[in-house]
């Protein structure tokens, strides 16, 4: 390990510096609160010479991506960046994309998705992105932005994978939020990430065909069978990968991260920033004798099914927090961890749905702990009742907002 | 009682509207039909497949008709096609149509269960009643008339439904409805086997499919170099040298590059790749180019 310096950073200082460190050559960029504060600082060291790359401002993020995925595949390191409705109107490309097999790198920055519109965040952008073939990390610290940028890029770009990665992270929360972040060497981060070398690159000389028409249902059910096995062996790639990173900056990252679960009897399921909440909730607990204990989806493509099987198997209670709703159905995460340990003989009990944090919504750490409460009154039931997560002050404070509004309006 | 019926015809031809008269004509006869169609994006020329399903039950199936009783082959050349795979799965003692003046074509297909073979010339009919070789009419007609169960006067009034739907002139539909009947009064049902075949079924386990390194992509930069597009024609463009004057307009105008220039700038027509858009026809100011029925596949 050579030198490591350490700076309060916001979680886009630390997505810039992830695609600084990572040496991308090629930024197509469109700006959308709250990811522009990134394009931003890149596009200052672009003119200050700091970092010898291409930024591009393009008239959409569509356009941005279908940049993005072309020069990935003329053998360009990629980086971009957006949230919420420019995420969704690029959406279309990001399954393109995948299908070129094209491993470039997508920074999400969360915001609830309109309408009603709002700018802070939950996952119902990300979670849309959920089956494009984009290999998913969620951040919860600004550090693991930066950590999980590098190694985006590496299991993107790992031979046996070839697909593009998305790293989450939390508007507000983590985005405009500064924290201490250590920032590796130049030199090891590119000993850590070795320039991209592209298969079957083309150029305006050497035309190559990508994600050529199939219209033949054998032939395209083959690609994605292709594409599923890749996006599955990421998992292990990921792990090696992080196990080299561990060695070199001393900072783990499982797929699965666990906190106090260990012996716990009720664990709480949740991903990105929120789970530093869910943390403290959870020592809090553990301070009152509660056997309470958390797991945090690092990985959310693919989804780490059999670590989430192990690490919750045996336990009395689970809760699954989603910052997201499917209007209709519920939580997102909620049925793949349900899907994850069907089959296991010594499932939980109990495994109940959590919604909360939508918008943005804070949480309490009251809330956190009233999470386990919930679980462990329910254990036993069939039906367990969902839990929609509102503190009274804030419908009461809504309501007021409501009544306001209509005044106004009569 | 089933009775499945599949068209193969060449993007233009109308083997869906075809599919779509014959469905249209057993259901005035009051029984149960489902007709569909699959093709790739449109094209003009590139083969079409389109089925229609007869029964006097609930039709409990969908899509490829994977066992035909009765194929209706709309252009001959398709049995060159290996794309688009005309005799597939035909039954025991099923019926293959030929749109063609004569049998010869499919002797050079080497079918191992014995069919019926029936044929006429679709093409010439239609040439002689609406003076384009469309035959979605002529086609549904001579299906309707093999299978037995449609009487005239319904396949008169279904060829009126699908024609008027797309929009044609009332001069048009008429025209089509002689050629039908023309069509129908030449041939004469045939019975159709329609015993339950049986297919094994192999799944391909996904270690094969997924053998190698799992990343398979198509990097090619293009195939049309290794596709005869030629056997799309329908009418062959032929220059007449003496009437050329090497203005080069079919030149300009060919929008497959199929036209290269002699010495002297009159045109070569490459027959491997000219799709018969006869643009070249149609543009040419000294009217040197002529027409002529395609009839061989190569």
Redesign the interface.
Known sequence: MTSTRSMLMTGNLAAAWGARLGRADYIPAYPITPQTEIIETIAKWVRTGEIDAKLVQMESEHSMLTAAGAASLAGARVFTATSSQGLLYALEMLYNIAGWRAPMVLVNVARALAAPITLEPDHNDILAARDSGFLQFHAETCQEVLDLILLAYRVAEDSSVLLPAIVNLDGFYLSFTREKVDLPSEEDAAAFLPDYKPVNPFSASNPVSKGATVLNGALYSYFKYHMHASSLRARDVFEKASAEFERMFGRSYSPVETFMADDAEIVLVISNSFSTIGKQAVKRLRNRGIQAGLIKLRMLRPFPSSLVARYLSGRRGVAVFDQNISLGFGGIIYSEVLTSLYHRRNRPQLILPVIGGLGGKQITIEEMERIFEATKNELGSESPEPLFLMRSEELERTMNLVKTAKEVHS | MIIRVRFHGRGGQGAKTASRILGTSCFIEGLNVQDSPVY??ERRGAPVTAFTRISDEQILERGYVFDPDLIVVMDPTLLDSPAARVTDGIRKKGVIFLNSPSVTHITKQNIASDFRLVNFDLTNAAMEMLGKPIISSASAAAAARLIGMVKESSLEQAIETELEEIGLSEETIEKNVLLGRKVFSSLEPVELMTEESSRELKIAP?EL??EG??????????NSSVSRTGSWRIFKPVVDYEKCTACTVCYAYCPESALTLRQDGKPVIDYDNCKGCLICYRECPPKAITLEREVVAF
């Open positions: 790739g994006a996904l499919i997924l390194n799992g990343l398979e992509d198509i990097t090619a930069a293009g």
